[in-house]
């Protein structure tokens, strides 16, 4: 497969996952050129089927463009086209560590983003002042005010997508809290998630962390109080083109720092429940997600995609060769993680 460059995408800076794939594309030296979502993106590109950013159009071997989006498959179909400098580890073992921490980040470290950003005024306020001008930076002052309106009204709207409600709220910030400390405990003994290189969890844990870090008043209040190592940490993620990359950087099997059990210990803690008790309701046709989660209610309307995410790391384990998966399982255990495979 070849894929022709400079690679083509749409984003914007507001949005955790275009940032954690710019960061992708420049650590792997990979050319890109980026147009902001809604403006300058050219004509006669392929609309996605689901409109979400960032929005990659692809031409592979030649043939017509293709409109991609979600960055986890973008960045293993990327592995497979360019060569050098990986984001996903060579060893089963830690790919596996790597796969589930990115999804994570993905996919509860996100419910932390939007529900900052959406639930305390501040933050609202200066969402709905700044993401709408990115897309007409010259556009007329009434214009922008009232696009950030309506920005604002629509996502605030949309706050039940990613279960941030006042029931919800306490379990979500806690998370954030002890997310930090856990961030913090392992950034003091290795730079990377992955070791002495990134993996594809470090850009996940990226991208999420610009917004809440570096945007939102209310997280980066608490950010640089509890840690400002992990402020910092953003700051060097952003344009690691310079890093040298060597294969024995990844952090080993044999050697795996107990700080990543910290960090494991709070997926198991409230990522695993929240996937089981999701796929528990989607297989019951339920309306509602209602369960709990660190001793706590949690109440959401059930999410399909993170569906598919519960099956997607079930199988990975599966595929995992029987001495493999039995070094995981000893990782794993006691973290909560485990819970992921029981039926």
């Not at 920005?151 to 709220?169: E, H, K, P, W």
């Not at 996940?204 to 209040?221: S, V």
């Not at 080993?252 to 999701?278: F, H, M, Q, S, T």
């Not at 199988?315 to 485990?338: N, Q, W, Y």
Request: charged fraction near 25%.
């Amino acid at each position: 497969m070849t894929l022709e460059t400079p690679l083509l995408l749409s984003g914007a800076p507001g949005s955790p996952y275009t940032r954690k794939m710019l960061a992708v594309l420049r650590y792997r030296h990979i050319p890109y050129r980026f147009f902001l979502s809604g403006h300058g993106v050219p004509k006669g590109l392929p609309a996605p089927k689901v409109a979400l950013l960032p929005t990659f159009y692809l031409k592979e071997d030649g043939g017509d463009y293709q409109a991609a989006v979600d960055s986890t498959p973008l960045i293993r179909r990327f592995e497979e086209a360019f060569s050098g400098r990986e984001v996903v580890p060579s060893d089963p073992v830690i790919e596996f560590l790597d796969y589930l921490l990115e999804d994570y980040a993905d996919e509860w470290l996100t419910k932390a983003m939007f529900h900052y950003r959406w639930y305390y005024k501040p933050d609202i306020e200066r969402a709905a002042a700044i993401l709408p001008r990115w897309r007409g930076i010259s556009a007329p002052e009434d214009e922008a005010l009232k696009m950030g309106e309506i920005f604002a009204d629509r996502q605030i709207s949309r706050l039940y997508v990613v279960g941030s409600n006042d029931t919800t709220a306490p379990v979500i910030e806690a998370s954030y809290l002890r997310y930090l400390d856990a961030m913090k405990a392992l950034l003091e003994v290795q730079p990377f998630l992955m070791g002495m290189r990134p993996g594809s969890s470090d850009f996940g844990a990226y991208g999420q962390l610009t917004q809440l870090t570096h945007f939102d008043p209310t997280p980066m209040d608490e950010t640089l109080n509890r840690a400002p190592r992990v402020f910092a940490w953003v700051d060097i993620m952003e344009d690691l083109s310079g890093l040298d990359a060597q294969e024995d950087g990844w952090m080993k099997r044999d050697a795996i720092p107990e700080e990543i059990r910290g960090l494991l210990k709070e997926v198991g803690r409230v990522y695993v429940p929240a996937l089981r008790a999701n796929a528990k309701a989607l297989m019951e046709g339920a309306e509602q997600v209602d369960t709990e989660i660190d001793g706590k209610r949690w109440v959401q309307q059930p999410f399909p995609y993170q569906g598919k995410c519960l099956q997607w790391l079930r199988e990975k384990h599966a595929s995992l060769g029987a001495a493999d998966r039995k070094v995981v399982d000893e990782i794993l255990s006691g973290t909560g993680c485990e819970k992921l495979f029981e039926s």
